[in-house]
């Protein structure tokens, strides 16, 4: 069954500082792979995904996340942290394209940037 | 383009009670979905529809049901509202299925007492 496990509740941050909040994932073909994040009080937005091709994937607001198939992980990355990156990020795939596959969602993980 | 619209933004109910969640797209997108938050627990897929007239159930469809008679609303209905519905609910639209993005409402927070 497809799953995915985002092992940290809550990762915290000095400002400047590289940020990694991590994500692995385990499905029975090609996975989709998506990162969004969750303002208080707000719904998701997509930050980026990974879908074929380049295994380091650039998004939105200065993100990125490395695809490593044999470590079946997802990881999101950040150059240096800003105070305003503080927020609930999720994880998710899903299994390939059929109508039968579905988008699973991690548990989220609470990142706090400290001044 | 207002994107994904929900209406209202908090309600309470009481035990039994039933009501509707309003969830509207103006992106033109033939894929809906409905999402429970509960806290800790990630995003749990209650019903999604493939377009105007198809709806299928996800992972926690129990309590739910919905229609989709256009393909700009997808209204989620809780016929007999339970403790176990308390949750902030999310809906979301994409242009495709697989690997598309999708586009989340700003969410409706229920609490059954």
């Known amino acids: 069954a497809q799953s995915v496990a985002q092992p940290e509740d809550q990762v915290n941050v000095a400002e400047g500082n590289p940020l990694t909040v991590k994500c692995t994932y385990s499905v029975s073909g090609n996975p989709y792979l998506f990162w969004y994040v969750q303002y208080p009080n707000r719904g998701l937005q997509f930050l980026l995904k990974y879908i074929t091709g380049d295994n380091l994937v650039k998004g939105s607001y200065g993100f990125e996340a490395e695809f490593n198939k044999s470590q079946t992980s997802f990881h999101l990355k950040k150059p240096s942290a800003l105070v305003s990156d503080s927020a609930l990020y999720f994880c998710?795939?899903?299994?390939?394209?059929?109508?039968?596959?579905?988008?699973?969602f991690g548990s989220g993980t609470r990142l706090s940037i400290r001044p | 383009n207002a994107g994904v619209t929900q209406t209202p933004k908090f309600r309470i109910l009481k035990i039994g009670q039933s009501m509707t969640l309003q969830c509207t797209q103006d992106?033109?997108?033939?894929?809906m979905y409905w999402y429970r938050q509960d806290p800790g627990m990630g995003l749990k897929l209650i019903y999604y529809?493939?377009?105007?007239?198809?709806?299928d159930k996800g992972e926690v469809p129990n309590g739910y049901n919905v229609s989709r008679s256009t393909t700009e609303d997808f209204p989620l209905r809780l016929e007999l509202a339970a403790p176990s519905q308390t949750s902030v609910y999310f809906c979301?639209?994409?242009?495709?299925?697989?690997?598309?993005?999708?586009?989340f409402g700003p969410g409706t927070r229920l609490t059954v007492l």
């Open positions: 529809s493939v377009g105007a007239g198809i709806t």
């Open positions: 998710a795939v899903r299994d390939g394209y059929s109508s039968a596959s579905k988008i699973i």
């Open positions: 979301a639209s994409s242009l495709l299925r697989g690997e598309d993005t999708q586009y």
């Open positions: 992106m033109n997108h033939n894929y």
